[in-house]
């Protein structure tokens, strides 16, 4: 189980990695898809723009759909899905899963969330789906010591 940086909206969720894609369910059941290709492209693209600068969560729905956010993780998620806001608001779920396969390092704040990149990213979109992976299963055997502790307790 993870945690969004929301603060007081944090939310849980659950993520998996399966047939190229992330697949994101929170604890009310929204389930967020993401191929990973697009995560590639979006990754780039953050890469590209700020390298090693903070970026932000840049998630406002009304923002995104006016074409007025600022440049961040869930305007170019919307600018190059082209799913709609729902599939960019999965910014905040997108962040901390890229934090969990390495990538990125969090600002600290439950308001004004941002990321920087702590390495380069994968250059290639195998690479990346590869440690997508990897950090998928090491969150998954995480919970289960975790669920095994609190069965025994």
């Known amino acids: 189980m993870a ?9 849980q969720f659950c993520w998996t ?8 369910e929170n604890e009310n ?7 990973a290709w697009e995560i590639h492209k979006v990754v780039q693209a953050l890469f ?4 090693s600068d903070w970026f932000p969560l840049a998630n406002n729905v009304e923002r995104m759909y006016r074409g007025t956010e600022k440049p961040g993780l869930g305007s170019i998620i919307y600018q190059i899905s082209r799913s709609g806001t729902l599939h960019a ?6 962040g901390v899963i890229l934090e969990e396969a390495g990538l990125l390092e969090w600002n ?9 990149f702590v390495s380069s990213p994968p250059g290639d979109e195998k690479a990346l789906y590869q440690r ?10 995480r919970g289960q010591r975790g669920a095994q502790r609190t069965h025994r307790a």
């Open 29 to 35: 059941g929204l389930v967020h898809r993401y191929a």
């Open 48 to 51: 590209r723009q700020f390298r």
């Open 108 to 116: 600290g704040r439950a308001r004004g969330i941002a990321w920087r």
């Open 89 to 94: 608001q999965g910014a905040s779920y997108l």
């Open 132 to 141: 997508l992976s990897n950090a998928a299963g090491r969150v998954k055997r």
């Open 3 to 11: 945690v969004t940086h929301g603060g007081g909206r944090a939310k």
């Open 17 to 24: 990695v399966a047939d190229d894609h992330v697949v994101i």
